[in-house]
């Protein structure tokens, strides 16, 4: 009886890890979509340098924040 539930934590811990990682790499692949298609953009069009930038630095702050709230769930998640 105690091991079993020994076991379930150690498996919620290991699925909080696991979901915070997932969190982590999407963040990262979005982020750096973001950057390669704003390089390209402003490469294409550099008149339109600043609202691109604009753009940017606001979507990047999105995924940022969607990342932080999914690592805070995991979080949550371990130790509650």
């Known amino acids: 009886m105690i091991l079993e539930a020994a076991a379930g934590a150690g498996l919620a811990k290991f699925g909080a890890a ?4 997932i969190a982590v790499i999407g963040a990262a692949f ?16 550099p008149s339109a340098a600043g609202d691109i930038r ?3 630095i606001l979507t990047a702050a999105f995924v940022e924040g969607v990342a932080l709230f999914a690592i805070v769930v995991c979080l949550l998640t371990l130790f509650f």
């Open 54 to 56: 604009t753009s940017m």
């Open 30 to 45: 979005g982020i750096g979509n973001i950057g390669k298609s704003s390089v390209e953009s402003i490469a294409r069009q």
């Open 18 to 21: 696991i979901g915070a990682a």
